[in-house]
């Protein structure tokens, strides 16, 4: 477990066995669609998942000759390999699928598998993200762009669009790693969750050291990433938040 905050709030989840949180109030209850509600171990671990594909590539900054996508207008991402069930054929063992969870599960149950299990995977993660923005927003923003909690995008935009914000905002961060290029946007950012090893240097043209520190004290720090800055590395910070509007 990278984050010890998602390790608590896996915790609290399991012994809640999501009783407490629950999908009914967003109107997409699985078991409803057939799904059987997750037994006493309680949803997976954030980050734990097996397959826990590596991070997005963020928007590109202002006038670098990106494609100006804006974050979080882009559909689901990554669905399963192989032969998809027809959407007609999308149907549960008992009960009735919503429009809204129907639209979600259209391209996204492989053949062979039961639909009502997809459906509670995407709800799983709209209870995690409902759970981590009550406890803190900013490790649920972490958590989405860490991928900690995986596919966070489609199961916000089929099932849980109230969270688009999380989303949004975290297509502006930077988690842990290099970043490079068009990649890099100006501004000032914030760590979230840091461990008390948080390290992160800022290189420009040439790779001539523009800025590097370390902190030890766990504590949440600021940076400011120039307009001169070519490379961004950064470790045992968890991910870096924008300060103000994008940074």
Not at 113 to 120: H, T
Not at 203 to 227: E, F
Not at 239 to 247: C, T, V
Request: proline share 9%; charged share 20%; with cysteine.
């Amino acid at each position: 477990m990278r984050n010890p905050f998602l390790a608590c709030a896996a915790v609290v989840l399991t012994a809640a066995a999501l009783a407490a949180c629950g999908s009914s109030a967003d109107g997409n209850d699985p078991e409803a669609a057939g799904a059987q509600r997750p037994a006493a171990s309680g949803p997976a671990v954030p980050g734990s998942t097996a397959g826990t594909p590596t991070a997005s590539t963020p928007p590109a900054a202002e006038g670098d000759g990106g494609d100006g996508a804006k974050p979080g207008a882009q559909g689901p991402t990554a669905r399963a390999e192989g032969p998809k069930t027809p959407s007609d054929a999308i149907t549960p063992a008992t009960g009735t699928f919503t429009k809204q969870q129907k639209k979600y599960l259209e391209d996204r149950v492989p053949e062979g598998m039961d639909p009502a299990a997809v459906l509670q995977t995407g709800q799983e993660t709209c209870d995690r993200l409902r759970y981590l923005v009550k406890a803190d927003r900013d490790t649920a923003v972490g958590a989405v762009a860490t991928e900690e909690i995986p596919d966070a995008a489609a199961a916000v935009t089929g099932l849980c669009p109230q969270h688009q914000d999380l989303v949004d905002e975290a297509a502006y961060a930077y988690p842990d790693g290099t970043h490079t290029g068009k990649a890099l946007r100006p501004g000032d950012y914030r760590s979230v969750s840091p461990t008390q090893n948080c390290s992160w240097e800022i290189t420009g043209a040439g790779g001539k050291q523009v800025s590097a520190d370390t902190s030890t004290t766990g504590k949440s720090r600021t940076i400011t990433i120039p307009k001169s800055a070519r490379t961004f590395t950064s470790t045992g910070c968890y991910a870096w938040l924008p300060e103000g509007d994008r940074g």
